[in-house]
């Protein structure tokens, strides 16, 4: 079984510099109370436009991000290349609202699947409907509620960006992962996925559909997309990951009244999460899957599955995956293995980025032991490269 704590694979294209900034980074995040005065300042300093660069783009950005045009990402792609890792390159802008701001971002999403065709180190393409459509409009069509002419006419312009995308990375041989969102958009999502995985997916996994095992719906959603695909004729693909809006999705809930929609503890969240990934392993000869996750003892149970099952580590149709700045202890040394392994790496313009930033050190803070395990294998690493040089 391959062992996560070695830091000398994982931390093999960091420099010092790099991993000092990393842990000082990291000793802030874990207390909740900076996270939460620091990211209410920088939604303001956002906002009002604060000249916040020389403080970011150094530290934060440079830590989660590959840069704010694809030019800039080279660099980060060059290193995941050199130790065997592919990217998901993520145009990561967040806030956008107008029709034509929507059209700009289906238009980075397509440069970026265009630079895939002469950069092997690009894995898949990535995008999230919120980039590319209304929030309130999503939300509206998943209620069920009755559309405006105008309204019918934007939510053709969403499934026709959608189309778009997931007709060039078709073209391009390259397959795209669709983001999952808050539950209250997420119905919306599944349809337009579910029709895109029918047009795209007959003969190969091009289009992956994101998971949220945190739901206590997914599970039986999974199973019921394999046995729909069988009737439908197409090759379902997956992204697995446990969820990403945990607290927001229960304040609603409590707030207007209804069941919560989440798992009610991380036990049973794991459990779920697990059983969809065996699931997927059992069921490997037409489901591509996508094994979206930080946590160690679900990364030893898919390689476990595997095992059983005699598949071997570079299996076409199985990938892990983690972000940009996080477990690089779990992806480098799982790439070292021979395992598909790829990084999130977001970019796009600082300011169009933060919402982003500011998600993922919430995120650091919130996932009990995430951010200790960061200090500890950062710590460890220095301490290893002091002690080799005396």
């Given amino acids: 079984m391959i062992s996560f704590d070695n830091t000398k694979v994982?931390?093999?294209?960091?420099?010092?510099?790099?991993?000092?900034?990393?842990?000082?980074?990291?000793?802030l995040v874990k207390r909740p109370f900076l996270v939460k005065i620091g990211s209410w300042f920088l939604n303001i300093a956002n906002r009002i436009k604060?000249?916040?660069?020389?403080?970011?783009?150094?530290t934060v950005f440079a830590h989660f991000c590959g840069g704010e045009t694809l030019e800039e990402c080279e660099t980060a792609l060059n290193k995941l290349s050199?130790?065997?890792l592919k990217a998901v390159l993520d145009y990561a802008a967040e806030g956008v609202q107008t029709e034509k701001e929507f059209d700009e971002a289906r238009d980075?999403?397509?440069?970026t699947i265009e630079m895939s065709k002469t950069n092997e180190s690009i894995g898949f393409a990535v995008f999230k409907f919120t980039g590319i459509a209304r929030f309130a409009l999503l939300e509206?069509?998943?209620?069920?509620?009755?559309?405006s002419q105008q309204e019918i006419a934007d939510y053709q312009r969403i499934k026709t960006r959608a189309r778009q995308i997931c007709e060039s990375a078709k073209d391009?041989?390259?397959?795209v992962m669709i983001d999952a969102e808050e539950t209250w958009i997420q119905t919306a999502i599944d349809e337009i996925v579910e029709e895109l995985m029918i047009k795209f997916n007959k003969e190969r996994h091009i289009v992956y559909h994101t998971l949220q095992m945190y739901r206590v719906d997914k599970l039986f959603y999974l199973k019921k997309l394999c046995a729909d695909s069988k009737k439908k004729g197409y090759l379902p693909a997956v992204k697995l990951v446990r969820g990403a809006y945990m607290e927001k999705e229960r304040e609603r809930a409590e707030k207007m009244s209804y069941a919560s929609p989440i798992q009610p503890d991380k036990i049973a969240t794991d459990a779920a999460f697990d059983e969809a990934v065996k699931f997927c392993i059992k069921n490997i000869e037409r489901i591509a899957l996508s094994v979206g996750t930080h946590n160690e003892k679900s990364?030893?149970?898919?390689?476990?599955?595997?095992?059983?099952?005699?598949?071997?580590?570079n299996h076409p149709l199985i990938s892990f995956s983690q972000l940009k700045g996080m477990s690089d202890h779990i992806s480098y040394n799982l790439a070292l293995e021979g395992y598909n392994v790829s990084k999130y790496l977001p970019y796009g313009p600082l300011r169009l980025v933060m919402p982003y930033l500011i998600r993922r050190a919430e995120e650091n803070t919130s996932v009990a032991?995430?951010?200790?395990?960061e200090l500890y294998l950062i710590k460890k690493e220095l301490k290893r490269r002091k002690t080799s040089k005396s």
């Avoid at 604060?50 to 150094?58: C, D, G």
């Avoid at 980075?108 to 440069?111: M, P």
């Fill in 10 to 27: 994982a931390f093999a294209d960091k420099t010092t510099s790099e991993l000092r900034k990393a842990y000082w980074m990291f000793l």
């Fill in 50 to 58: 604060l000249p916040l660069r020389w403080a970011l783009k150094p």
């Fill in 82 to 84: 050199s130790s065997g």
């Fill in 108 to 111: 980075r999403i397509l440069a």
């Fill in 140 to 147: 509206k069509q998943s209620n069920g509620e009755p559309l």
């Fill in 172 to 175: 391009a041989g390259i397959p």
């Fill in 299 to 313: 990364c030893e149970e898919a390689m476990r599955f595997m095992s059983v099952r005699e598949l071997k580590n």
């Fill in 369 to 373: 032991g995430q951010t200790g395990r």
